[in-house]
């Protein structure tokens, strides 16, 4: 179309940026190729919405470089803004003002004329379901409903490349299923996007390619399936309803598991990876547990989950982050896992 | 796929040329004139501003024409102190508009609002251009009812209709420098509830230790010293003097250095507050 090039729709190489003494990015490299959806998944704090805003114009990296559409985000800032369409963590609608009035709003600041904004927000209204809603003030609408405005108003410009920062982050269920829906339907029209997001089965849903980040570097990246197999294999798992002896679960199946099993000593829920040896090793967590008198609920293998992959790169659950960056330190050197993981993606 | 090879994707940008100065300008006015429309709607559209902007005020007119008014002695102003009183509430009702470009401001940039319109291809001045440009029109239509309703309980401009208009003018300009000043409180603060708070910290200290609702002669004259060399004296000095007649020239000018001292500091720390905001 406009832009001739045939390099990817993202690039990113060796990104910096701090707040004060804060790395937020420590040089991340991304590419996305035109059309495909990007994940990238990571806790609170992880570095995920300052890139974001660095791809979006919002902020100036100290260091590296960001492409979008073939332009510079710092040198062809204007040009970038024409081709993205930004979709923020809260819905950055006027509450006041009606969906019509709002997507109108957008329209007439992408500069198109009275008739046309009125027809593209039309447009956009049928297109997100909210048509019977278009007149009434969006402080009425649900919160789902919020985020479809909000994610509408982003399309307003028919962006090449969408950024989504956490799009469903706050959703019900069945909010967070229709705007997944939404999103495919999006992708399948041939936007490209790219999609930060703390929930690890977010990703495996909507995501081509995955990154994950922690603590503003890239420590992973390939297909969820690829992620998956880093793992190693299954994942056994159960609960322990007696929170006494969970330690004990733990150590008599610590053999059986290659690496570490978790535990988490709150809910009592312990899994551990078995690599290839699934049934064998069910027998065995059965019989030693059986041997040591500990009572379990559901043991099961399950094939491994994002949960698992990134409790394997960065020896702590995705959720167990908390927000902001003041213990960042301390956490990074809790176990060795981490920084081989990160050795690893580095080549 | 983070192995990226050097090279890759770098093969040169295809650099459009910017439009010419005078497009810029062109679309400049029409992004300042279409935020200028959504903040009047929203305005419109919540009770609780136009409480906060019309009928407060209102009551004020009222409060001091009728409750305190009669305790307070204003020895030679021509129609009593009704007269001496709309003046200076017009002024403290011009810069207590401004509460509403702060809190405005601060919402915008913690909901995200203002990441969102920085990021497309719109002028980024008219956010903050169309902020300013609708509340003074707001500042302005207050001001309007301000003096229609002190015309029902008795103020008269005694001056001439020129010099009451000039005295309306004079409002406005003091309240969009106020203005500045809020908006810059409301960008750096950045946090709804903090911003209101500040707000009331330096403005009601600002409005009321001044010559607005009684003659500073009646202070204590420490407090007197404050009050008598303070921009707000200066200027409600000379919108009174132009409503009722009286000397303008000396109040006039230092009320002007003051405005544009308060411009030429504020207008850049706001825009710089702004640029940074996120």
């Not at chain 2, 090279?7 to 005078?22: E, H, I, R």
């Not at chain 2, 603060?189 to 409005?207: K, N, R, Y």
Request: charged share 20%.
């Amino acid at each position: 179309m406009s832009v001739p090039s045939s390099g990817p729709a993202i690039l990113v190489q060796g990104l910096t940026k701090s707040f004060g003494e804060v790395r937020a990015l420590r040089g991340i490299d991304l590419t996305v190729p035109r059309g495909t959806v990007l994940g990238v998944l990571g806790p609170n704090g992880a570095g995920k919405t300052t890139a974001v805003r660095i791809l979006t114009t919002l902020l100036r990296p100290d260091g590296g470089r960001a492409i979008v559409e073939g332009y510079d985000v710092v040198s062809h800032a204007a040009a970038v803004r024409r081709t993205i369409g930004l979709s923020g963590q809260s819905a950055a609608i006027q509450e006041e003002l009606t969906g019509r009035e709002n997507l109108e709003l957008v329209g007439r600041l992408y500069h198109l004329s009275w008739p046309n904004a009125r027809t593209r927000a039309a447009e956009l209204l049928e297109q997100f379901d909210l048509s019977d809603a278009a007149n009434r003030a969006a402080k009425t609408y649900s919160g789902g409903m919020q985020r479809r405005l909000d994610l509408a108003a982003s399309l307003v410009g028919r962006p090449k490349v969408l950024f989504l920062d956490e799009p469903t982050t706050g959703l019900d269920p069945r909010s967070r299923l229709g705007m997944w829906e939404i999103i495919r339907s999006l992708v399948a029209g041939g936007t490209t996007l790219l999609l930060t997001t703390q929930y690890l089965d977010e990703a495996d849903e909507l995501a081509d390619q995955i990154v994950v980040i922690d603590h503003g570097q890239v420590i992973a990246a390939g297909t969820s399936e690829e992620l998956k197999g880093r793992v190693g294999g299954d994942v056994l798992e159960f609960t322990v309803p007696d929170r006494n002896r969970v330690s004990d679960a733990a150590e008599a199946i610590a053999r059986i598991g290659e690496g570490e099993p978790h535990v988490d000593k709150e809910t009592g829920v312990i899994n551990v990876g078995v690599g290839g040896r699934g049934s064998e090793a069910l027998v065995e967590a059965v019989r030693s547990l059986d041997g040591a008198s500990v009572q379990t609920q559901g043991l099961a293998l399950r094939r491994p989950s994002l949960d698992d992959v990134f409790l394997a790169l960065t020896g702590h659950a995705a959720e167990e982050d908390e927000p902001g960056g003041g213990k960042r330190g301390k956490r990074r050197g809790r176990r060795s896992g981490g920084s081989d993981a990160e050795k690893a993606v580095s080549s | 796929m983070t192995a990226v090879a050097p090279a890759a994707g770098a093969a040169a940008p295809f650099v459009p040329s910017g439009p010419s100065l005078l497009t810029r300008a062109h679309w400049a006015v029409i992004d300042t004139l279409t935020i200028t429309r959504r903040n009047l709607l929203v305005w419109m559209r919540v009770p609780a501003y136009i409480m906060f902007t019309v009928i407060q005020p209102v009551m004020f007119v009222l409060l001091f024409r009728y409750v305190f008014g009669g305790a307070i002695a204003v020895p030679g102003v021509k129609g009593g102190y009704v007269n001496f009183l709309l003046p200076g509430i017009i002024g403290q009702t011009a810069a207590f508009a401004t509460f509403g470009t702060a809190i405005a401001l601060a919402q915008e940039l913690q909901k995200g609002v203002i990441d969102r319109l920085k990021s497309m291809p719109m002028a980024r001045s008219a956010v903050l251009a169309g902020r300013l440009v609708a509340d003074t029109i707001r500042m302005f239509i207050t001001i309007v009812i301000v003096v229609g309703v002190g015309y029902l309980v008795g103020f008269r401009f005694e001056n001439g209709v020129g010099l009451a208009i000039g005295m309306i003018v004079l409002a406005t300009v003091f309240g969009l420098a106020i203005c500045c000043i809020s908006a810059y409180t409301g960008l750096a603060i950045g946090d709804e509830e903090s911003v209101q708070a500040f707000g009331l910290v330096w403005l009601f200290p600002l409005t009321f230790l001044s010559s607005a609702f009684v003659p500073i002669q009646s202070m204590p004259g420490w407090l007197q010293a404050f009050a008598n060399n303070q921009p707000v004296t200066y200027v409600i000095n000379v919108m009174r003097s132009m409503a009722l007649g009286g000397p303008i020239a000396a109040d006039l000018w230092k009320s002007i250095a003051w405005l544009a001292g308060i411009f030429i500091v504020f207008a850049p720390l706001a825009v710089r507050a702004y640029k940074r905001a996120s």
